[in-house]
């Protein structure tokens, strides 16, 4: 069993910053996901075991920052140069399955979700 608690959402300006945590029970590969209302929920950034890679979304790449403490268990997803089409929520997810050095980009991929916060970019 993996508990997920996410923190960090509001409401920002276009241009802004925020940053998502999302602390865990257990040390697994994690990815963080967004789904905006009437769309499918999307990969936005992954992170191996270990921490030793990563992945983004084309969307995100080079405006957001996924990273992870291991020594508290700790996911975050640094969001910057925020735009209107960031708004969604944002939820973070564990993969208990193995996953070695591998990350995981699908939904379908991952076995534990967190609650969801609401990120919200005002034009």
């Known amino acids: 069993q993996v508990q997920l608690v996410e923190r960090g959402g509001g409401l920002v300006q276009a241009g802004g910053s925020l940053r998502l945590s999302c602390a865990t029970s257990?040390?697994?590969?994690m990815g963080w996901f967004r789904q905006a209302p009437g769309k499918e929920r999307d990969f936005v950034a992954a992170?191996?075991?270990?921490?030793?890679?990563?992945a983004y979304a084309d969307s995100v790449k080079g405006r957001f920052t996924i990273s992870r403490d291991n020594a508290k268990n700790i996911l975050y997803l640094q969001m910057t140069n925020l735009k209107p089409e960031d708004t969604a929520v944002y939820y973070c997810?564990?993969?208990?399955?193995?996953?070695?050095?591998?990350?995981?980009?699908?939904?379908?991929?991952?076995?534990?979700w967190g609650q969801g916060t609401q990120v919200t970019v005002s034009s």
């Open positions: 997810a564990a993969r208990i399955r193995y996953s070695g050095n591998s990350v995981r980009i699908s939904p379908e991929e991952y076995d534990y």
């Open positions: 257990r040390r697994t590969a």
């Open positions: 992170i191996t075991w270990s921490g030793g890679s990563t």
